[in-house]
Structure formats: structure tokens, C-alpha cells
């Protein structure tokens, strides 16, 4: 059964700082997506990263994925308020394409403050 | 281009009923998949399908039935509702097994069971 792990579960930080989200999961995938959530919203897609050593980046959001670790960040730099959210990762391990569908973990409440 | 349109957007059950959530994707996306989303749970899948005709279990499916006679819709049927079916039902549809496309999610259905 496939597991995954984010850490933390809940971040408060200020404005202007960086911190890193992680993403652990527990087997062999090449395919893990991350998905932003803010308050009763639905999920908006970040990033697709889909080999080993696969980098994104997108503002001051950078993903990037180990497979050999099976382990992926999600990093902030000079985070401002509007990142506040909640981050998902997913992983798919299936055939591809998401067909068997994803297995998120739990996700991370960012808050950055003033 | 509407995307993923779910319906309704809020609902209230007593136990014991039953009800259908509609989901219809317009982007002709092979997969579909539904989820429910409960307070530090992540999302969980329920079921997915692969195309019209075929669906499978996911992680959660006890409780809930589909279908998918078309490409464009995946119902969820609730055969009679439990208060610990109360939850955000999102669904979700993508591409083939090409990979690299994220999974594209609805607004989702926010359903109490009293």
C-alpha cells in the first residue's frame, strides 16, 4: 500500500522567510504532483514532476523530486502572505496518467504572517 | 471551457437516504476519479474509472457505487447515507496514460449527513 508523508502539517512563518515543505512516500514512483488548496476551494495544480531530479519552479515556489529517496520538497523563498494555503503532494502509483487515481498525504496549513 | 462541474454544491441528507453527486468533465479525459476530503485526512480516493465501462475501488469505497456510461460523466451514488459520510466529495478527471498532466478537480460537493 502506498504511503505518503508530508512534513510539518503546519507551518506559521513570517513574511521574507524561506522554509521547505517534504514530501516522503513510501514506494517506487516517478510521477508526483503538488496542489495548492486555499479555504474552501478546490485543488489548483503547482507542479508536475515526473523523473528523478525533475526541478519546477514557478514564482517563488520550487519543487523538486529524488526518486531514489523517494522524497520530494516543495521550497518558499521570501515568502509573502499570499502564499498561505494548504500544500498537497500526490503520488501517482499506478500505470501513469493518474488512472488508478492518487494517494495525497495529509497536506501542510502554511500561514506566513506579517 | 467549463472543466470538471460538479453538482450540487452543498447537501444536506438525513440517514438512510440516498442521493446521487454528478460530475461532468468537458476537456474528453479517459480518467475520472472521486474523492472525499475530511479534516487532517488528505484526500482519499473512493473510485476511479479508466474509461466509459470500466471503474475500479480506491481506498474508501464502502457505502458509495458508480458508473460511467460516457466519457464526459462519473456519477457517485450514496445508498444510504451514514453521518460519517460527511465529508467534501471532489472529482477528478485527466488524461490518458501519457502522463505529465495533472489531475483537473471540481469545486467539489460539501455534503452533511444528520
Known amino acids: 500500500e502506498l504511503k505518503v508523508e508530508q512534513n510539518p502539517l503546519f507551518l506559521s512563518m513570517q513574511e521574507g522567510k524561506n522554509y521547505t515543505i517534504y514530501c516522503n512516500y513510501s514506494t517506487t514512483s516517478d510521477r508526483l504532483y503538488w496542489y495548492r488548496q486555499d479555504p474552501g476551494k478546490s485543488l489548483e495544480s503547482l507542479f508536475v514532476l515526473l523523473s528523478n531530479g525533475a526541478v519546477k519552479q514557478e514564482g517563488r515556489l520550487m519543487a523538486s523530486l529524488d526518486t531514489k529517496a523517494r522524497l520530494s520538497t516543495l521550497h518558499i523563498t521570501a515568502a509573502v502572505h499570499d502564499l498561505s494555503a494548504t500544500y498537497f503532494c500526490a503520488v501517482d502509483g499506478g500505470t501513469g496518467g493518474g488512472a488508478d487515481g492518487l494517494t495525497f498525504g495529509k497536506g501542510t496549513h502554511l500561514i506566513i504572517q506579517p | 471551457n467549463a472543466g470538471v462541474t460538479q453538482t450540487p454544491k452543498f447537501q444536506v441528507l438525513k440517514t438512510g437516504q440516498s442521493m446521487t453527486l454528478q460530475c461532468a468533465q468537458d476537456m474528453n479525459h479517459e480518467y475520472m476519479s472521486w474523492y472525499r476530503q475530511d479534516p487532517g485526512m488528505g484526500l482519499r480516493l473512493i473510485h476511479y474509472?479508466?474509461?466509459?465501462?470500466?471503474?475500479d475501488q480506491g481506498e474508501v469505497p464502502n457505502g458509495y457505487n458508480v458508473s460511467r456510461s460516457t466519457t464526459e460523466d462519473f456519477p457517485l451514488r450514496l445508498l444510504s447515507a451514514a453521518p460519517s459520510q460527511t465529508s467534501v466529495y471532489f472529482c477528478a478527471s485527466s488524461y490518458g496514460p501519457e502522463g505529465g498532466q495533472p489531475q483537473h478537480f471540481g469545486d467539489g460537493t460539501r455534503l452533511s449527513i444528520l
Open positions: 474509472s479508466v474509461g466509459a465501462g470500466i471503474t
